[in-house]
């Protein structure tokens, strides 16, 4: 029981519970046996799950988010303080955010909520604008992706797992902060006797992002006639026009636990947003009526059962049918600058005058189907099959591109078959290897001729994907792991039709592909019930090549796609964490990426002066510290008051190539920034409040070039929490 | 304003100082009479992502490092236009439908580059080129808005689409931008409207640009262009307008197609002004429904109507060969690009042009350019300089470095200069002064 406490309290401590804690796999199994009616138990029973997945041979952190649930932080500001991820954000709430794993990012990871690509989920319901509440568990797979996520991901994997439970729980917070930043969120869940069971979940977002940024300013004539170009000097503006809201409902309901099915659940998912935009991507532009608004509607199907028909074989099944539409505004005859003044313009548009319209929609269908043999072989096969249609349909869209086939459908079908067989002769070690076979069949208008007439044509593409596992316990403290994918990314319908007038496509081209290899030690021990530690290293290896890249000859006409480029990664990524009793932890990562350029010569066939030169634009060095000091029993029992900080660094790094003797005007700088919270916690979790600070410094903060971050922000959150276990 | 004289004089007599010590040193250094005032040539070139400004003295030889360069550009992909008096360099550019931070150089007193301002390029530009103190460009396609921001409406109810919105950058005053918005719904008369073309400055307070005249462009189709569709494919017209856009005449001719280089969204200038003050009108017949061949009239110096005594066959000069691009070299040189397919292969906003010859306007006459790179290995070219009777021309060849050829207009043949180790383009050349 002490244990039980004693591991739980390290849970809760923690900002992240790293799976690498072999003790707790002990705990988890007590905790199973002993009849517990607080947040520590579910808290615990999750944990089984954390630690298997941190056993795997996969190079993958998995983090226990229910630790986080009394902080603000989005879905993506949780990733951020994994060890060889970086978000790299625009600007305050509901920003673009990218997300990148050792150096891969955009197109080159994939994001997974349950199992289910989030790409079609449309901008309205990402992980920047999610409350880390939404999540029960994130799985970060860096480098090799398990064929359960069917993919075309070169170089790893986010899944975000949601509550699942059987169980009653009533979870709902409301926070307020700096920049009149509200963010709310209800979930509820209930599982009836009869096996009916619903979840609902709900949020939103608020912001007006008015944070003050420095820069220079556009200054105007007397007469308000001309625009008198920027000041030498940069100036401190507060932020006027980029006031974000979002809004988002999942509904589930359904059955578990009969015959048939051990789980079926129908779901219906909506959201949207809007946000102003306040500048372009330079800073220093500023507008003062553009906008975009996207919505979309979700309904989704779950099926899973395990021992279909005959013993330990398993299935599941998902299904999603995504509709988004995105609108981007820019009505105004006007032409701002920070100061929020305007001059008039004599045309329409701030930018180029759209109102444009894109519809798109999206079919995911996953099947999973997995099978074991007395306790050593386990075999999986995963099939993802994916259908994208995408057409304007407003014709004041784009302008200056737009075309006949601008308005004609462009669908994009992909199908990725998964199979993997994993050996695990005994607990000491055990290996796995895998295939994926990606299919690609893309339709879309296809100039027939040189006068611009169109027709619709089809065409497949296809390719074989495969890697090896193994880990191996060198003792109860030690852990190796080795992995090992050659991945692909498949061409767009884009980048294999082009865009028809401007844009040739080419059928010729090859996938985007890379070798991912990661080794990785891990120890951890535990000396006498009150001192705790583990340390991980990983070592990463990533040769890309043949990335798809858009280019213009002269002699060609056009614009093309062309296969070039191979970038070769070398990297570290380090953790550590030491637990005193359930009363302090201290803990960080660092990352360092080596990422270079591997081609001898330039896309024109010269040679190529930045060959082994680093790539620009992307953070090299990075890291995270963090620490908490927890008073249990404070002002009565069952009361917690946690103290917690956390510090974020990036080396400063440069937006192009310092071979080609790029200067320091166009640099990223150093970022150092520490936040803090202090959070009182009443009744084992049922009641709570907690009171953060961010950016404490109030630091100048950029992830990327000119695009300044949110200065020093205060918020407080309140937030209830009931559980009821339906099954003691 | 005293204070602003004597500043621009101190300014002058310390250039002037600068001048003579650097004619003290040059005389010391070798025997150049009267070296020329303080200058340097403006290159701009792209490395693989980002712009640079590199500054040279040299272009006739040797090889130059992309890593010397003297500036790295907060934007990439700026359109270079150069003006003499005063001696400037402006970087327009104009981006995915934002507007794009423009730039300003020129050189100091020891021939340094310098960065004069940065200013805010408010419209899109397809067409550009200077006018008196002004850097001008224009854009047509646009919608144009009454005094309330309200878009001004057809006789259907629906958004007009004949505005043309100019950009004038003031040089003398800072660059400071003004944006001016003219409608051009029935300009010439037969109810069609007009893109613009080209910017010529007439010398007595006017300029000339060239009229693609079409029916609105249709919001369903086309590509990427302003213009719809051209209901007189075999007239040119060649409007004239003053400092405050207001129309002062229109040269209408039916011998030729209408003057304008058509590529993508742009609308290349197809008019230059020969040594003697004549313009020259140029038209590469890029409809497809013309039945003209491409060619060439004349404005003589500020006449009202074009020369109806001179007509430029250049077609049956190049043996069925069109032009997109036109610039003036010196005399009555001007240098063509033309199409890599003969007139018999249809013309679209993205045919390949990579051949150039050189016409004299004045003798009639065509000669390709020799001692350049073969036409299906050029990849990339850029803005050429006219200098000192010669043009100063950057060529991407493939598998090499972009390189500059200076091509003699009397022989037409072309001898290779400077190139730029490990550049990807080399998209403008320039000559700045001290002023």
Known sequence: MIRLKFYSCILFISVFTFPVLSQTHKASSEADTVKHDSLDEVIVLGKSKVREIGESAYNVVSIDTRLLHNTTLSLTQTLDRISGVKIRETGGVGSDSQISINGFSGRHIKVFMDGMPMEGFGSSFQLNNMPVSLAERIEVYKGVVPVEFGSDALGGAVNIVTKQTKNTYVDVSYSYGSFNTHKSNVSFGHTAKNGFTVQLNAYQNYSDNNYKVKTRLLEFSEDGLSALGFTQEKQWFKRFHDTYHNEAVIAKAGIVNKAWADRFLIGLTLSREKADIQNANVMQIAYGGRERKAKSLIPTLNYEKKNLIVQNLNFSLTANYNITRNNNLDTLARQYNWKGEYIPKGSKGEGEYSMSEFDSKNVYVTANMNYRIREKHYFALNNLYSNYTRKATDVA??????????????????????????????????????????????????????????????????????????????????????????????????????DEVLETGDASLKPENSQNINLNISYSNVWNSTHSAYIDVGLIYRDTRDYIRRRVEQNRGGAFYTNHGNVLNLGIDCEARYFYKNIFSAGGNFTYQNIRSMERYNANGALDVNYKGRMPNLPYIFGNLDASYNINNAFGKGNTLSFGYNLRYVHSFLRDWISEGASDDVIIPIQLSHDMNLTYTLKNGRYNVSFEVKNIADEMLFDNFSLQKPGRSFTVKLRYFFFNNNYK | MSTKKSILKKTVLAGFIGCLSLAFISCEDNDNPAPKSAGAFFLSVNGETAEYIIQTDNLETGDLHISSNNKTLLQSGHTWIFNDNPSVAVGLIYQQGDPGIGLGFGVDAEGKLKELKNFLITSRYTSYGFFENYALTSVGGVTPVDGNGNAILDENGNERSDGVTFNFIDLNNNFALQGKTITTLNITGN??????????????????????????????????????????????????????????????????????????????????????????????????????????????????????????????????????????????????????????????????????????????????ITEIPAKDKITGTGLPMAYEGKMYFPIVEEDKYPAVYIIDPATASARKGISITGATSLNAIGRLTYQ
């Open chain 1, 397 to 498: 869209a784009n302008s200056e591109n737009s075309t006949a086939a601008t308005f004609m459908r462009r669908t994009n079908g992909k199908n990725i078959l998964g199979f993997s067989y994993k050996f695990e002769p005994g607990k000491r070690w055990n290996a796995s290897a895998f295939f994926k076979y990606y299919e690609v069949n893309v339709r879309g208008p296809v100039s027939t001729t040189t006068t611009a007439v169109y027709e619709e044509q089809e065409k497949s593409f296809s390719t074989t994907g495969y890697g090896v596992l193994l880990t191996y316990f060198l003792s109860n403290s030690f852990q190796l792991k080795t992995s090992f994918e050659r991945a692909y990314r498949l061409p767009s319908e884009r980048e294999l039709f082009g």
């Open chain 2, 191 to 368: 109810g069609d409207q007009a893109t613009l073309s080209g910017i010529v400055d007439m010398g007595n307070g006017e300029f000339l640009t060239g009229l693609v005249v079409s029916q609105p462009r249709d919001p369903n189709a086309t590509g990427g262009a302003s213009s719809g569709t051209i209901t007189y494919p075999d007239s040119v017209w060649v409007a004239a307008f003053d400092a405050n856009l207001s129309l002062k005449r229109i040269y209408r001719d039916d011998r030729i197609s209408y003057s304008s280089g058509r590529y993508r969204s742009q609308y290349y200038s197809q008019m230059g002004k020969a040594a003697d003050g004549s313009i020259y009108v140029f038209s590469g017949s890029y409809e497809s429904t013309t039945t003209k061949p491409c060619g060439a009239l004349k404005i003589n110096k500020n006449a009202t109507t074009f020369d109806q005594s001179y007509h430029f066959n250049i077609e049956e000069k190049t043996g069925g060969y069109r032009f997109r691009k036109v610039w003036h070299v010196s005399e009555n040189y001007f240098m063509l690009e033309l199409y890599n397919d003969d007139k018999n292969t249809p013309v679209t906003v993205n045919s390949a042009a990579t051949q150039y010859g050189i016409v004299d306007v004045a003798a009639k006459t065509f000669r390709w």
